[in-house]
């Protein structure tokens, strides 16, 4: 077939910068993005963008250099990343908690020409190594150079790094053209619209808040207001003064707003939708939330950074018949459960979710090997445990690493954490694998109560007694006052395992 030449592909790009300029030509005038006392509308936004476009490339990067983002919150850091898609430039987003140490690694491994920093971090981003540093909010200003035209949809828009919970963290390299096709699913999934108002607080350096929410969401013209942090008086308070009706947060957070004693103060009735995700739901507190927000509509939003990162949705009409579920694959993902064989598991058995899907990573920024194995058979492996019931619904059993192995019988932790979440007196539950002479690994249980509250190990145990096999009954509950997470909200198991690795630190509990 004839090529019809560059003018023709041009005419049918579609890049990030691309889906923007449509947006931004539709909505005009409208307000696309609040933050502090800034206002943006659409038209503001995509001016704003294309000047730091110019100025990035003016400075000396160019197509396809690596930008790392080291920053909290703002709407500078969000402009800068559409900046950086329409210089086609590779945007690199960084926990802005990591070390200079851990941020070096990630600047070496990517081959960083740059580091934007944010309020405060300029000394851990100078120290990192990389080529060149520059402050976030200095994208903001100075004489406006013309935007590049020269991007294409297939090329690499953003490298997402992985916790690294297994090894050292990996970089998924996320095209225009997957990002794009992901934003799709979320917005007929999600089911998003113009006239959304959601509220957004989780960190943007984390895929679900960027690329779930934020991103679809601007497309569909709703308007945002963004928070540096999601601080449980201030999300409340903000949802009750805008009359908010839309926000994404992973259990830990929901719990905190459920505990927080402004829940019950403030007026919540605009809240329409509850996003939640990045973490298993435990059952009890997702049907706490909706006994105290009665007209809440709730979406279960599961995926990987890998897969950009949306797989399947629950939707509102389908929590009462499967609450536990993560729903059904989204427009453009098709899921399987497997064997070690890559052979389909009957539905109601257990098997990794692997998936094919067009919003997949290319693979990981230099790491064949790794890359290979994530690839094998030609889908994407999860990491993850799940059943497939009859009607297609998927529930994730567990991380495949967090899978116990206890007297060689392997138990889902979720399993424990869901019984023992029943109890009136826990507040939060994480249950992992700790060190055991008989058992080689014992089901371990740290538990968080509720202000006021009392209870003890037997007490714990007897309660998970009724609703669990002896075999799954954790043999320690330790009581902490808080458990640890990092700044997009999700618990570290990982940091559990390591504070509770030893017989001495065990006996020290």
Same mark, same amino acid.
């Given at each position: 077939?004839?090529?019809?030449?560059?003018?023709?592909?041009r005419?049918?790009?579609?890049?990030?910068?691309?889906?923007?300029g449509?947006?931004?030509?539709?909505?005009?005038?409208?307000?696309?993005?609040r933050?502090?006392?800034?206002?943006?509308?659409?038209?503001?936004?995509?001016?704003?963008?294309?000047?730091?476009?110019?100025?990035?490339i003016?400075?000396?990067?160019?197509?396809?250099d690596r930008?790392?983002?080291?920053?909290?919150?703002?709407?500078?850091?969000?402009?800068?990343?559409?900046?950086?898609?329409k210089?086609?430039?590779?945007h690199?987003?960084?926990?802005?908690?990591?070390?200079?140490?851990?941020?070096?690694?990630?600047?070496r491994?990517?081959?960083?020409?740059?580091?934007?920093h944010?309020?405060g971090?300029?000394?851990?981003?100078?120290?990192?190594?990389?080529?060149?540093?520059?402050?976030?909010?200095a994208?903001?200003?100075?004489?406006?150079a013309?935007?590049?035209?020269e991007v294409?949809?297939?090329?690499?828009?953003?490298?997402?790094?992985?916790?690294?919970?297994?090894g050292?963290?990996?970089g998924a390299?996320?095209?225009?053209?997957?990002?794009?096709?992901?934003y799709?699913?979320?917005?007929?999934?999600?089911e998003?619209?113009?006239a959304d108002?959601?509220?957004?607080?989780?960190?943007?350096?984390?895929?679900a808040?960027?690329?779930?929410?934020c991103?679809?969401?601007?497309?569909?013209?709703?308007?945002?207001?963004?928070?540096?942090?999601?601080?449980?008086?201030l999300?409340?308070?903000?949802?009750?003064?805008?009359?908010?009706?839309?926000?994404?947060?992973?259990?830990?957070?929901?719990?905190?707003?459920?505990?927080?004693?402004?829940?019950?103060?403030?007026?919540?009735?605009?809240?329409?939708?509850?996003?939640?995700?990045?973490?298993?739901?435990?059952?009890?507190v997702?049907?706490?939330?909706?006994?105290?927000?009665?007209?809440l509509?709730?979406?279960?939003?599961?995926?990987?950074?890998?897969? @950009?990162?949306?797989?399947t949705?629950?939707?509102?009409?389908?929590?009462?018949?499967r609450?536990?579920s993560?729903?059904?694959?989204?427009?453009?993902v098709?899921?399987?459960?497997?064997?070690?064989?890559?052979?389909?598991?009957?539905?109601?058995?257990?098997?990794?979710?692997?998936?094919?899907?067009?919003?997949?990573?290319?693979?990981?920024w230099?790491?064949?090997?790794?890359?290979?194995?994530a690839?094998?058979?030609?889908?994407?492996?999860?990491?993850?445990v799940?059943v497939?019931?009859e @009607?297609?619904?998927?529930?994730?059993?567990?991380?495949?690493?967090?899978?116990?192995?206890?007297?060689?019988?392997?138990?889902?932790?979720r399993?424990?954490?869901?019984?023992?979440?029943?109890h009136? @007196?826990?507040s939060?539950?994480?249950?992992?694998?700790?060190?055991?002479p008989?058992?080689?690994e014992a089901?371990?249980?740290?538990?968080?109560?509720?202000?006021?509250?009392?209870?003890?190990?037997?007490?714990?145990?007897?309660?998970?007694?009724?609703?669990?096999?002896?075999?799954k009954?954790p043999?320690?509950?330790?009581f902490v006052?808080?458990?640890?997470?990092?700044?997009?909200?999700?618990?570290?198991?990982?940091?559990?395992?390591?504070?509770?690795?030893?017989?001495?630190?065990?006996?020290?509990?």
């Amino acid at each position: 077939m004839q090529d019809a030449g560059p003018a023709a592909r041009r005419a049918g790009r579609n890049t990030i910068g691309d889906a923007v300029g449509r947006a931004c030509a539709i909505y005009r005038d409208r307000v696309a993005l609040r933050f502090a006392d800034r206002v943006w509308t659409f038209r503001q936004l995509d001016a704003a963008t294309d000047a730091i476009a110019g100025r990035l490339i003016a400075a000396g990067l160019r197509r396809g250099d690596r930008v790392v983002a080291f920053g909290r919150n703002s709407d500078h850091y969000l402009l800068a990343w559409i900046g950086c898609c329409k210089a086609g430039l590779i945007h690199v987003p960084a926990n802005y908690a990591l070390s200079p140490g851990e941020l070096g690694y990630i600047v070496r491994q990517s081959g960083a020409a740059l580091v934007l920093h944010g309020e405060g971090l300029a000394v851990s981003a100078e120290t990192a190594g990389a080529a060149a540093v520059r402050s976030i909010a200095a994208l903001m200003q100075g004489e406006a150079a013309p935007a590049p035209d020269e991007v294409d949809d297939d090329d690499v828009a953003q490298i997402l790094y992985t916790s690294g919970t297994t090894g050292a963290p990996k970089g998924a390299m996320m095209t225009h053209r997957a990002l794009l096709s992901e934003y799709v699913s979320s917005i007929v999934a999600c089911e998003f619209s113009e006239a959304d108002r959601p509220l957004a607080a989780l960190p943007l350096y984390h895929s679900a808040q960027m690329h779930v929410f934020c991103m679809p969401q601007l497309l569909c013209g709703a308007d945002t207001l963004l928070l540096e942090a999601p601080a449980p008086a201030l999300c409340l308070e903000l949802i009750e003064r805008h009359r908010l009706n839309s926000f994404f947060a992973p259990p830990t957070v929901w719990i905190n707003l459920l505990r927080h004693p402004d829940f019950d103060r403030r007026d919540l009735s605009s809240l329409e939708r509850a996003y939640y995700g990045a973490a298993i739901m435990p059952v009890p507190v997702l049907q706490e939330l909706r006994q105290r927000l009665p007209g809440l509509l709730p979406f279960n939003c599961y995926g990987q950074s890998e897969v @950009a990162p949306l797989a399947t949705v629950l939707k509102p009409g389908e929590h009462d018949a499967r609450p536990a579920s993560v729903g059904r694959p989204v427009l453009n993902v098709r899921t399987r459960l497997v064997d070690p064989d890559m052979r389909d598991v009957a539905p109601g058995e257990q098997g990794e979710i692997i998936h094919r899907t067009p919003h997949v990573m290319l693979g990981y920024w230099n790491m064949p090997e790794e890359t290979a194995q994530a690839f094998e058979g030609g889908w994407f492996h999860s990491g993850d445990v799940g059943v497939m019931d009859e @009607a297609g619904y998927l529930f994730v059993v567990d991380r495949i690493k967090d899978v116990i192995n206890t007297g060689g019988v392997l138990v889902a932790s979720r399993e424990v954490e869901e019984a023992l979440f029943t109890h009136p @007196a826990v507040s939060e539950v994480a249950v992992i694998a700790v060190p055991d002479p008989k058992w080689i690994e014992a089901i371990a249980a740290v538990v968080v109560l509720r202000p006021g509250e009392q209870a003890d190990e037997a007490g714990l145990i007897e309660h998970a007694r009724a609703r669990l096999a002896p075999f799954k009954l954790p043999k320690r509950v330790l009581f902490v006052d808080d458990l640890p997470r990092n700044t997009a909200g999700k618990l570290l198991k990982r940091e559990l395992r390591r504070r509770y690795s030893s017989d001495e630190a065990l006996l020290h509990a």
